[in-house]
């Protein structure tokens, strides 16, 4: 009778192919903030990280290309997640330029985030990608393609930026725009803190999609 979905770029697809709108209930997914907070960088390295899984999907191999490309000095690129065969040809590519360290258990993913100085996620679809609202939590600007349902919750040029899935270019663009500007990254940051504490926790999506259910109920009874 209903589906439930988390964000417009969902919402859109169930559109495109025919699905009445007034079936969709959306909801915005949201993050434990006792689990995900921020804790102190402890150096200048600009860090770019990303937890997923190491997929085709999840564009991991425009992010390797990229910051490869890109050659910036103090900087690394960190990655988190389960390796997929599909992806093994592009980490032997890129061998040197990336560190991997493989499955971090959800209780050891906040102090991965909190070494970071981004959060770069280049994913071709996600129906909104919970490591996203972790991210920001840990006080990180968000990189994000516009489908993994980032524009529910990133503010472009405030909390980090939305880009077109594929376009390395813009991603090196916004990457070296961040390298550059440390007071900038820092005030995206906190701003993506801010953002996910006042209307995105786990808290805050049940009040919500209690509120869709009762919206049903009620015009049922009517």
């Given amino acids: 009778d209903y589906i439930a979905i988390p964000s417009h770029f969902v919402r859109q697809t169930f559109l495109e192919q025919g699905v009445p709108a007034r079936k969709l209930i959306h909801v915005p997914y949201g993050v434990d903030l006792v689990q995900f907070h921020e804790m102190p960088k402890k150096d200048e390295v600009f860090r770019v990280v990303f937890a997923g899984g190491m997929t085709l999907r999840k564009g991991v191999h425009y992010l390797l290309r990229a910051f490869s490309e890109l050659n910036l000095p103090d900087s690394e690129l960190v990655l988190a997640g389960g390796l997929s065969d599909e992806i093994k040809p592009f980490f032997k590519k890129y061998e040197g330029k990336f ?117 049903i109920i009620r015009a049922r009874h009517n």
């Fill in 99 to 215: 560190r991997y360290l493989g499955h971090l258990p959800q209780s050891e993913l906040y102090k991965f985030y909190s070494s970071g100085s981004v959060f770069v996620m280049m994913s071709i679809e996600e129906g909104l990608a919970l490591v996203i609202p972790q991210a920001m939590a840990c006080g990180l600007p968000v990189i994000a393609t516009a489908n993994t349902g980032a524009e529910d919750i990133v503010r472009d040029g405030k909390d980090g930026f939305i880009i077109p899935i594929r376009d390395i270019e813009k991603l090196k663009e916004k990457l070296v725009f961040l390298y550059e500007n440390k007071e900038a990254r820092e005030m995206m940051g906190a701003s993506s803190k801010e953002r996910v504490k006042t209307g995105f926790t786990w808290h805050d999506y049940g009040e919500k999609i209690i509120g869709e259910y009762l919206k």
